[in-house]
Nanobody, 115 residues
Framework: QVQLVESGGGLVQAGGSLRLSCVAS????????MAWYRQAPGKERELVAS???????NYAGAVKGRFTISGDNAKTTVYLHLNSLKPEDTGVYYC?????????WGQGTQVTVSS
């Protein structure tokens, strides 16, 4: 079973930056999309950004212009660059990869933004 492993989370001051990485432990054929979600304490998990197999990216309104998603289908890797971080960006960030056959989730990485 392929597993996704996220890294790059941590504690950062408001206005700072982080880069999150998500790497699959094996090959995932026929990838349709990759995405990052986040879940703040007491809130539901929400979509932050997604990128299709042909490179089209979409962002939640709250992060548009500050976050950038990129992916490498061949390496089964997806990144999320977080800039101009705000305290409300605090949460556990999860990556997700969707193929024609299944979907895969990572275990999450904590991002904490202090004011």
């Amino acid at each position: 079973q392929v597993q996704l492993v996220e890294s790059g989370g941590g504690l950062v001051q408001a206005g700072g930056s982080l880069r999150l990485s998500c790497v699959a432990s094996g090959t995932i054929p026929s990838i349709n999309s990759m995405a990052w979600y986040r879940q703040a304490p007491g809130k539901e998990r929400e979509l932050v950004a997604s990128i299709s197999h042909d490179g089209r990216a979409n962002y939640a309104g709250a992060v548009k212009g500050r976050f950038t998603i990129s992916g490498d289908n061949a390496k089964t890797t997806v990144y999320l660059h977080l800039n101009s971080l705000k305290p409300e960006d605090t949460g556990v960030y999860y990556c997700k990869i969707v193929s024609s056959y299944s979907e895969f989730w990572g275990q999450g990485t904590q991002v904490t933004v202090s004011s």
